[in-house]
């Protein structure tokens, strides 16, 4: 069975690298362990993620006695049916699936890269695969089978059979949050960390741009940031988010009382605004802090908070809310292209949701809030009438 192992070299200059190697059952394969390298140079955790998902195939194909360069797409196929409780004698699934749909997308995506990277790496041909067996090493060549296109093509079809019964669910997520939910998931939160980026959310980011933020894009003085990676924007471009005064309050808080402690621990830098700390062997290691582990927190932090239906995104949906009622109600001069532009969409259509939403919820507060005096219009009407 393979097995992800970690490791650690340490050069002349004293810099440790840690490294992941994925083994079977203590040696290391050197493609797969090539590949998961590959995805740590960004983050080591993401590498980590990406083994463990991979393992979990390739010790699927070995139950079946296949090796990863002799699978077929029927092989992947089998081990998708499986992720999703298929049952293939039924042609139904049974029970409720024990991984959700990002899940599923994150082992198609982890599955689909690997198998490109060996077409890539091996000249689209063969494989040099090494083995001891019996206390000898032995090498020889091996075909490898299975197209990374076909494989893609296998597993959307695979997960859209998830998609019909599941995908489609009545949970509605919070699109705009009061005050004091706001308070009380900012107060649940055990770090300025983590209270930096909730507050950054509010202000329309994605969650993936507040991760890509770089230190040097962070500017305390004109209160704004520029994150690195941002949807519908070309290479190269960073669209510009002004803060509030509390939002770079926290955020200096955390570069001042965790962030600057951590480096100097480590005597290590991170270019990334928002990091990862740990302690690993005596060693201090930062890596730029992950979607999963923001996500978890943030989840936990708002069980406490009393709130169930809410997601990353939520955050975002509020800056929209709001700025479409302001438009609405015509206390600010705003279009709706420059919400687009404030936003960061790429369509006019994006808007849509936003609207339906806004103009439902304003209708219904104007409704409690005059309920009184249209009900007693209603009754003087009804008296003159009969």
Request: hydrophobic share 35%; glycine share 4%; with cysteine.
């Amino acid at each position: 069975m393979y097995k992800l192992r970690k490791g650690r070299k340490k050069y002349k200059n004293n810099n440790i690298v840690f490294f992941n190697m994925v083994c079977k059952p203590n040696v290391p394969d050197f493609y797969i362990s090539l590949f998961v390298n590959n995805k740590s140079k960004n983050s080591f955790g993401y590498g980590v993620q990406a083994a463990h998902k991979l393992i979990k195939y390739l010790n699927f194909l070995l139950e079946h006695s296949i090796e990863y360069w002799e699978a077929t797409d029927e092989h992947v196929k089998a081990f998708f049916l499986r992720l999703i409780n298929f049952n293939t004698k039924t042609n139904e699934i049974v029970g409720v699936p024990t991984v959700q749909y990002p899940t599923l997308i994150a082992y198609k995506n982890t599955i689909i890269s690997f198998y490109k990277f060996l077409w890539q790496f091996t000249n689209h041909s063969v494989l040099q695969i090494s083995k001891w067996e019996n206390n000898k090493y032995f090498q020889y060549d091996a075909p490898l089978v299975l197209q990374y296109k076909h494989a893609e093509k296998i597993t959307t079809a695979t997960i859209d059979l998830f998609l019909t019964k599941f995908k489609n669910s009545n949970k509605e997520y919070i699109m705009e949050y009061t005050e004091e939910e706001i308070a009380a998931i900012y107060s649940c939160f055990n770090n300025y960390r983590n209270r930096a980026i909730f507050l950054i959310t509010l202000h329309g980011m994605r969650i993936d741009e507040v991760l890509s933020i770089k230190l040097k894009d962070y500017n305390p003085i004109q209160n704004i940031v520029k994150p690195s990676r941002s949807k519908g924007k070309g290479a190269g471009k960073k669209r510009t988010v002004v803060l509030d005064t509390l939002t770079v309050k926290c955020i200096e808080n955390y570069i001042l009382h965790e962030r600057n402690n951590a480096e100097i621990k480590s005597n290590t830098h991170s270019d990334y605004l928002f990091i990862n700390f740990r302690k690993v062997e005596d060693e201090i290691v930062l890596n730029p802090y992950s979607y999963n582990a923001y996500r978890n927190c943030f989840i936990t932090a708002s069980k406490k908070a009393g709130l169930v239906n809410v997601r990353t995104h939520s955050g975002r949906s509020h800056r929209a809310s709001e700025l479409l009622k302001i438009m609405i109600k015509g206390d600010v001069n705003l279009s709706d292209e420059i919400i687009r532009h404030i936003m960061g969409w790429k369509s006019p259509e994006s808007i849509q949701p936003y609207v339906e939403h806004a103009n439902e919820d304003i209708a219904i507060k104007f409704a409690k809030e005059h309920s009184d005096d249209i009900n007693k219009k209603l009754k003087n009407l009804e008296k003159r009438l009969f």
